[in-house]
């Protein structure tokens, strides 16, 4: 990945009356930083989490119905 270059990626679930987002940055090495909330507002929250809790939490999310999204540059 080039050093210019910040991992971006953006899951939503839009359900029933549900529609709320998950999306995580690459913040350093071995470290992204996650935030969610409902979709079309600010963020609810953020957390830090590590590459490998990452790659747990992407499959976890997708089983409960987030998709990804295309992220605007």
Known sequence: ?????VLVRRFECIEGTSSKF???REVGPNKFEASWG???KEPQGTKLYTDEEINALVPAKMKK???EVAVKS
């Open 38 to 40: 409902k979709i079309g």
């Open 22 to 24: 998950w999306s995580f």
């Open 1 to 5: 990945m080039a050093k210019d270059k």
């Open 65 to 67: 119905g987030y998709r």
